[in-house]
Structure formats: C-alpha cells, structure tokens
C-alpha cells in the first residue's frame, strides 16, 4: 500500500494503510517581518514559513482498519503518515488544538469509510 498511517501513543505502536488518500490540502503561513521605516524604506526580518497545516481525508475498505485510523490521529500523541508515491507529502502531525478528525461511512456505496482530520506538522 502507497499510504501508511502509524501512531505510537503509551509505547503501542499501530500502522494501519488506507487504500486511498482522497484529500491532501497543505498550506504555511509565512513569518518574514516587515518593518516601515520612517524614511519610507522597509526593514525586513526573514523567517522560515511555520509548520504546514491542514486536512487530509482517507478512504478504508472495511470499518476496523478505519476506526484504528481514527483512534490513532485522536490519541495522545503523535501521528506518522508515510506516503511511498509522494514522499515529500509524508509528515508526522498532531490533531491541534480546535481541530476535528472524522469518521464515517461513504454515503454513495455504504461499504468504505472516511477518515478526515485537521492536522499541524510537528
């Protein structure tokens, strides 16, 4: 499998694999400081860009490999998502602060589940 999500909350790891990620929505937010100088000039500070955020949202063919998903992004702890076809897209994340992760039964074919989740790279 291309994907793999893997927790290790308390020293249990969990690796689960979702047969799609249909939802990889990435995004930073810059730091540089701009400073207006009184003589009309600007004063720049550069900073790298802050950790990327988002969501990510991922098929399962069968509930249990779904639900082991869901538990492992809430658990305390972080989350490791391996993506072997796009490895630049792999990240170790938490659930942050005000953030939601989701699980649910696709509507149209009532046979895969969704998992969707906020993320913050850490």
Known sequence: MPNRIYSVPAGVATAVSPILMTEDDT????????????????????????PRVGSL?????NESDAKRAYAAIRAVGA??????DRPDSSLTFVLPDGGRCR????????????????FLEI
Do not use: I
């Not at 989350?79 to 072997?84: F, K, P």
């Open 27 to 50: 995004e930073s937010e810059g730091r540089t400081l701009v400073h207006q100088l009184a003589s009309g000039g600007v004063a720049v500070v550069m900073r790298p860009a802050g």
């Open 57 to 61: 949202a991922m098929l399962f063919d």
């Open 79 to 84: 989350t490791r998502l391996d993506n072997e």
């Open 103 to 118: 699980l649910s039964l696709d509507r149209e074919t009532q046979k895969y589940w969704v998992v969707s989740t906020d």
